[in-house]
């Protein structure tokens, strides 16, 4: 004997209506899950991306001449103990070189500053890899900076690269 499902009802509603709104639901916990699983793979994917580019920018700077060569220059002017003040308050052409080497220095924090607060670089890698010397640089080429900033009427040159100093200096003191 077969059930008359227009006369048998549940709750008032016919059987059809049930396995009807059963099925509905039944697909949407499903196309939940499904949107909640795409979200973590993205996320971790986008982790990923993140973390190869800060990697591949470090090993860029690596290989670039130019930068090496403003490196050895600036890692002289730091051991010679010359007044970046000095420096920074000049006018660009009268120590030629030296701000050249700086301003390579500088560029290259302020690059990657600029792209971890905008989330395009992973900060842990990279503060993992040069913490220390971002500190001690910015430390040392604070004054260069603001004298530049000064000569230049610029106040926000070089702002990223002393944001992420200052915060990586912040979370040393909390």
Same mark, same amino acid.
Not at 128 to 138: T, V
């Given at each position: 004997?077969?059930?008359?499902?227009?006369?048998?009802?549940?709750?008032?509603?016919?059987?059809?209506?049930?396995?009807?709104?059963?099925?509905?639901?039944?697909?949407?916990? @499903?196309?939940?899950?499904?949107?909640?699983?795409?979200?973590?793979?993205?996320?971790?994917?986008?982790?990923?991306?993140?973390?190869?580019?800060?990697?591949?920018?470090?090993?860029?700077?690596?290989?670039?001449?130019?930068?090496?060569?403003?490196?050895?220059?600036?890692?002289?002017?730091?051991?010679?103990?010359?007044?970046?003040?000095?420096?920074?308050?000049?006018?660009?052409?009268?120590?030629?070189?030296?701000?050249?080497?700086?301003?390579?220095?500088?560029?290259?924090?302020? @690059?990657?500053?600029?792209?971890?607060?905008?989330?395009?670089?992973?900060?842990?890698?990279?503060?993992?890899?040069?913490?220390?010397?971002?500190?001690?640089?910015?430390?040392?080429?604070?004054?260069?900076?603001?004298?530049?900033?000064?000569?230049?009427?610029?106040?926000?040159? @070089?702002?990223?690269?002393?944001?992420?100093?200052?915060?990586?200096?912040?979370?040393?003191?909390?």
């Amino acid at each position: 004997m077969l059930l008359d499902t227009e006369t048998f009802r549940f709750l008032g509603e016919t059987i059809g209506y049930w396995l009807q709104t059963i099925a509905i639901v039944a697909s949407a916990i @499903f196309a939940g899950s499904q949107i909640r699983a795409l979200r973590k793979q993205h996320t971790s994917n986008d982790i990923q991306w993140k973390q190869r580019a800060t990697v591949d920018a470090v090993i860029a700077d690596k290989r670039d001449a130019t930068l090496i060569n403003s490196r050895l220059m600036y890692a002289k002017l730091k051991e010679n103990n010359t007044d970046f003040n000095t420096i920074g308050a000049q006018s660009l052409l009268a120590n030629e070189k030296e701000n050249q080497a700086i301003l390579d220095v500088l560029n290259n924090y302020e @690059f990657m500053a600029a792209g971890i607060k905008e989330g395009a670089f992973d900060e842990e890698i990279y503060k993992r890899m040069k913490r220390s010397l971002i500190i001690k640089d910015w430390e040392k080429l604070e004054l260069y900076v603001r004298a530049l900033r000064k000569r230049e009427q610029r106040d926000r040159l @070089f702002s990223e690269f002393q944001w992420l100093a200052e915060k990586w200096m912040a979370e040393d003191d909390a």
